[in-house]
């Protein structure tokens, strides 16, 4: 069965700066879906990135990026010019395929220090 | 607005009582569904469905039932509630399971439910 690891609980990052959250899966397929979906306290979810695993290039959307190892089966997420409002929880989480179930992990909590 | 409506918000309650959460979206939308949420666990899956008539079965099913007899609803129900369903629930939608760059899962804002 797929499983997903956030072996980050909680970290903190000074604003302005940059931190990388880890996540990584486990799965015998060779082509699915990853995200880090981003939880203020408002509890609202809020899709941050989207990565297909057939494309070699990593995904990136302004200030996020990820770091996509097919084969160590990591997908970690690099916030850079760190900012208060980036401050949530953070989930990775993995699907198959189109139509199927989706799996997250854990969460990572982060914490901005102005 | 594209929106995810999910009623109630909160919800407190006793064992045994039956209780439906309620989820309705307005963008035509063929894939739904439910999660809870869990400190430490994060989301998981409870049910999804791919189009009308068709759910099926997440990675914690026990307990709960639903349907999608319409494309915009997918309810949530709870036959017997107990403490152990005690949790944050969700319902997303979108037009695939992942989404894609233009059209991610839409979440609804949550549903907190207390079962005493």
């Known amino acids: 069965a797929q499983t997903v690891t956030q072996s980050q609980p909680e970290m903190s990052v000074q604003e302005a700066e940059t931190v990388t959250l880890s996540c990584t899966y486990d799965?015998?397929?060779?082509?699915?879906?990853l995200f880090w979906y981003k939880q203020p306290p408002s509890r609202q979810m809020i899709l941050v990135i989207r990565?297909?695993?057939?494309?070699?290039q990593n995904a990136t959307e302004n200030r996020f990026s990820v770091n996509f190892q097919k084969a160590a089966k990591s997908f970690s997420l690099k916030i850079s010019d760190s900012q208060l409002g980036d401050a949530a929880m953070y989930f990775c989480?993995?699907?198959?395929?189109?139509?199927?179930?989706?799996?997250f992990g854990p969460g990572t909590s982060l914490s901005v220090i102005p | 607005e594209a929106q995810v409506t999910q009623n109630p918000r909160y919800l407190i309650t006793v064992t045994g009582k039956k209780l439906t959460v309620t989820c309705s979206q307005n963008?035509?939308?063929?894939?739904m569904s439910w999660y809870r949420q869990d400190p430490g666990l994060g989301l998981r899956q409870i049910y999804y469905?791919?189009?009308?008539?068709?759910?099926d079965k997440g990675d914690v099913p026990e307990g709960y039932k639903v349907s999608r007899k319409e494309k915009r609803n997918f309810p949530l129900i709870l036959e017997s509630p107990s403490p152990n369903q005690t949790s944050l629930y969700f319902c997303?939608?979108?037009?695939?399971?992942?989404?894609?760059?233009?059209?991610?899962?839409?979440f609804g804002d949550g549903t907190r439910l207390s079962i005493l």
């Open positions: 990565q297909e695993a057939y494309k070699q």
């Open positions: 997303a939608s979108s037009s695939s399971a992942g989404g894609n760059s233009n059209q991610p899962q839409h």
């Open positions: 989480a993995y699907l198959k395929t189109s139509y199927d179930k989706v799996i």
């Open positions: 799965t015998s397929e060779s082509d699915y879906y």
């Open positions: 963008m035509n939308h063929e894939y």
């Open positions: 469905s791919m189009n009308v008539e068709v759910t």
